[in-house]
């Protein structure tokens, strides 16, 4: 049974370019949550994707914007990157009837130059 | 949201001593959750507990709740050095409640 799995590892950026991360929940989850955590802090919650649908939102700007697919899957965007944008971004998968367990992935650790 | 602090905010032991962490939070919640960080990694689901339950066991974990004063404890028995990670605490409520985290405690395990 596959968990959360993210793609790329690693990504490096220059200011002002668009980047785009993916994310695949674990087996039998509906619900996707995107989480920043910059160097030194917690995760600060993104956004959260059900039924292709964004649900809920943090205090982001909406240069922050994501998508999810069919099959569960979702991406998330980020426009017009900034220094500040530097961080470790880390998808979370749970079920949308369940206690709130989230399953986080491995993250893709964004530099942007 | 339902706000984790952490509290130490670091903490060093030797290998085969006790380690104990404690957070506290503001809002009501169905369960609380505790999760591990390796240096820049991913996190890692710990243990649930939920708001009905006042202790729970997971191999050398041990995690206690205590509702009534809005706050949990960690308890790592016979710490090795892989334990050494940033250890942190949410809480959650049924459904998909966004997971609002602290800082989490920087524990180091010295061999």
């Known amino acids: 049974d596959a968990g959360v799995t993210q793609s790329p590892t690693h990504l490096i950026k220059t200011r002002g370019q668009q980047v785009t991360l993916r994310c695949s929940p674990k087996?039998?989850?509906?619900?996707v949550s995107w989480y920043q955590q910059a160097l030194g802090q917690g995760p600060q919650f993104i956004f959260q994707?059900?039924?292709?649908?964004?649900?809920q939102r943090g205090n982001f700007p909406d240069r922050f914007s994501g998508h999810q697919f069919p099959n569960y899957s979702s991406e998330l965007n980020v426009n017009a990157l900034l220094l500040g944008d530097s961080a470790l971004y880390l998808c979370a998968s749970s079920l949308a009837g369940g206690v709130g367990e989230q399953f986080f992935g491995p993250g893709t650790r964004l530099t942007v130059l | 949201s339902q706000q984790g602090e952490e509290d130490p905010q670091a903490l060093s032991i030797q290998e085969g001593e006790n380690a104990t962490m404690n957070c506290s939070y503001k809002?009501?919640?169905?369960?609380l959750q505790w999760y591990r960080q390796n240096s820049g990694r991913g996190l890692v689901h710990l243990i649930l507990?939920?708001?009905?339950?006042r202790e729970k066991h997971s191999g050398r974990l041990r995690v206690t709740l205590d509702t009534s004063k809005k706050s949990s404890s960690l308890l790592i028995t016979a710490s090795r050095a892989a334990d050494t990670a940033s250890y942190f605490c949410?809480?959650?409520?049924?459904?998909?409640?966004?997971?609002?985290f602290g800082k989490g405690t920087r524990l180091s395990v010295i061999a």
């Open positions: 809002t009501s919640i169905n369960n």
């Open positions: 087996s039998g989850h509906d619900t």
């Open positions: 949410a809480g959650g409520n049924s459904g998909n409640t966004p997971l609002v």
């Open positions: 507990i939920r708001s009905n339950e």
């Open positions: 994707y059900y039924e292709e649908e964004e649900r």
